[in-house]
RNA sequence: GGGCUCGUGGUGUAGCCUGGCCUAACACGCCGGCCUGUCGAGCCGGAGAUCGCGGGUUCAAAUCCCGUCGAGCCCGCCA
């Protein structure tokens, strides 16, 4: 095959752009041969950029030469096409495509580079398997849709430092080689060839260095910035991902829900010309909890939880009694429409809740003559209608109901909750529900390690109302943290930090941390909050999930260009693999395998 | 670490439950020929699969069993 390796002419248009307006006019495209026809003396080439698609016709009348050479044309090789645009004969319009009302004369054409046959076809609504697109990610991308995703990615980027520029933000790097601080996701490391032993560590997130930007007198930090966490993927998680990091000096929570509101106003407006609506609602942790079992709740539709804890106390259901007098909680929702199900449905359900603990599910039919159900025989009648008078649901209904400790019926009953939601069609998906969290508590108990854990992370300040319980109740003191939630997704995650050293120590102390690991760990922080720090407060968007809801995709890989697939793997260059001998020595490292 | 779903020419599927009629079917793609208005072009012809891999059961395995690898979703994990 005769190839041109230097286009002789240079680009006048892209593939989409032609129209009836440029009619007459030269034309020279590059491009990707999408798709030949080849009716023998005719022969038509839909010519494809990341623009678009146009066609080109090559005839024995138009040129010999150019026919004879497009017969040898096959999908995905590249060329260059010259040739005059001309409207299409009436009839042979095709008003699918943009530039479906023009053609062009194919006078010149140049054989850029040939191409084996695609592994499969480049186009929206490939039905491919994941690890087929993944190893060829370079032919997936040029799949309009993931171009898409990837401009309105572009855009987004493009939109936040515009943004953030104009609010006195200054974009501000910081270290990937940095230090390993456990507490929190396992730590990516990296072998020190300079100091045999000794590693470094990619950042989680540039957390302490932001913070030291503050007491730097940077006053208005933000970056778009990679961080690394070496835990399991999920659909919503990579080992490497992007945050929109902000922080920001003299600043309460409120100066920061102001900026990010604007920010997403002002993304979600020039990136897919979406309006939203600010301020975003507030709700409490508590609040969400008891509502919808989350603390990131799908608001988008109902079927919130309800507590009947006093209702069904003093019924003969040793099930929902035995819970109670151990300090659990009944509660129950109203699954519209459900009481149809049938036994195995019930029964696939209750398999579902048993994922998150739960150890069963109660359910009661609410027919036209009151309820239908194995365990109604357990309850007065008056227990029962002040489960309906409640709960409200109407004849048709199901009532299902779970008692545990309350995280257990939190957890099951909220993710039955979104399951019923979803399958029930419930969920308007072009809505798009912003939401606050506030007021988490600032620690967790831990019961394997037996000790408390930040919430969110050590540098969080405590609610300064709350001071007084770090002592007698820490499970009781409110933090100054907060997340966004988009949808049902955590979207975002700060707090005001601490800025008072002995504070800091002191929450250090709470977490059971020795003197010796603060100063190992954190002594350079501490250090440094000892110098002038100002109160600060921030926070970290996801900006791979931001990108997902503005493109609608249902998985982060739709908005990563070369995503890792659910083991960690990189299916195109094969990472990780396996170093040479020499390299390892250099490093002082020893692989010490497992035999198999 | 655990649960579930999937793995059959290049791609997507059927066949698998109920083993033999499978010499593995269909669509798209691919190769060759014909063809001047197609745009999922059409018509004719053709090539292409050790049924992910290993073992077992059986007279006989794509099909049943065990193990293993890979992809996906989830639990744990993700301050």
């Known amino acids: 095959m005769e190839l041109t390796l230097l286009p002789k002419r240079k680009r006048t248009h892209y593939c989409g752009e032609p129209g009836l307006e440029d009619v007459g006019k030269e034309v020279v495209l590059m491009g990707w041969v999408h798709r030949r026809r080849d009716h023998g003396g005719l022969i038509f080439i839909d010519l494809r950029d990341r623009t ?3 066609q080109v016709v090559f005839s024995e009348d138009i040129d010999p030469e150019a026919h004879k050479l497009a017969h040898r044309l096959r999908s995905e090789y590249v060329v260059c096409v010259v040739g005059k645009l001309r409207r299409r004969p009436e009839g042979t319009e095709n008003p699918n495509i943009p530039t479906g009302e023009v053609e062009v ?48 990615r572009h855009k987004a980027a493009l939109s936040v430092r515009k943004y953030m520029d104009e609010q006195g933000f200054l974009e501000i790097e910081t270290p990937v080689l940095t230090k390993s601080t456990p507490e929190g996701a396992r730590d990516f490391l990296i072998p020190s060839r300079l100091h045999p032993g000794k590693f470094y560590a990619m950042p989680q997130s540039p957390q302490l260095f932001k913070q030291m930007l503050m007491i730097a007198g940077i006053d208005k930090y933000f970056q ?4 690394y966490r070496d835990e399991d993927l999920r659909a919503d998680r990579q080992p490497e991902f992007t945050q929109i990091d902000i922080e920001m000096s003299f600043a309460d ?10 920010l997403l106003e002002r993304m979600f407006k020039e990136t897919i010309g979406v309006e939203i609506e600010t301020p975003f609602p ?44 151990k300090g659990g909680q009944v509660k129950g929702l109203v699954a519209p429409g459900c009481a149809k199900l049938s036994r195995s449905q019930i029964e696939e359900l209750t398999e ?73 069609g419930l969920i308007d998906e072009n809505r798009l529900d912003f939401l606050w969290v506030v007021d988490f508590p600032l620690f967790q108990w831990n019961e394997e390690e037996n000790r408390w854990e930040s919430e969110h992370h050590p540098f969080t300040a405590p609610n300064y109302e709350d001071l007084h319980l770090l002592d007698e109740d820490p499970g009781k003191v409110r933090s ?33 941390l020795s003197e010796e690991e603060i100063q190992l760990r954190f002594g350079f ?37 070369f995503p890792k697939t659910q083991r960690g793997i990189c299916l195109v260059t094969g990472a990780p693999s396996e170093v040479t001998e020499e390299q390892l020595k250099e490093l002082h490292i020893k692989v010490d395998l497992e035999e198999k």
């Open 525 to 561: 922080f501490l250090e440094a909050l000892k110098y002038g720090a100002p109160p600060h407060a921030g926070i970290a968007l996801g900006f791979d999930r931001l990108v997902m809801i503005m493109a609608g995709g249902q998985s982060l890989r739709d908005v990563i260009p």
């Open 52 to 54: 678009g698609i146009i």
């Open 105 to 152: 004369e194919g006078h010149e054409l140049y054989i850029l580079n040939t191409s084996q046959t695609p592994p499969f076809p480049i186009e929206d609504e490939v039905n491919v398997a994941e690890e087929v697109k993944l190893k060829y990610r370079y032919l997936d991308i040029r799949r309009p849709r993931m171009f898409r995703n990837l401009l309105i």
């Open 480 to 512: 100054q943290s907060y997340d966004l939630v988009i949808n049902g997704m955590e979207i975002g995650s700060g707090s005001v930090r601490i800025h008072d050293t002995e504070l800091q120590r002191k929450i250090f102390r709470i977490l059971n």
């Open 352 to 424: 579902f809740v048993k994922i998150f603990k739960a150890k069963g599910l109660a359910w009661m039919r609410v027919t036209p003559d009151g309820v239908d159900s194995p365990i109604k025989k357990f309850f007065p009648e008056g227990t029962i209608n002040a489960l309906l008078e409640r709960m409200k649901p109407n004849p048709g209904d199901m009532l299902f109901f779970i008692a545990d400790q309350p995280k257990i019926v939190a957890d099951a009953l909220g993710n039955l909750r979104l399951r019923l939601g979803r399958e029930l």
């Open 253 to 262: 929570r409120d100066d920061v829900f102001a900026v990010v509101e604007g």
């Open 282 to 325: 507030r709700y409490t942790y508590q609040e969400v909890m008891d509502r919808f079992g989350s603390d990131k709740p799908d608001t988008r539709f109902g079927m919130e939880l309800c507590d009947v804890s006093d209702i069904v106390a003093d019924s003969e259901f040793r099930v929902f009694t035995e819970v109670l007098k």
């Open 224 to 227: 778009i910035v990679k961080c």
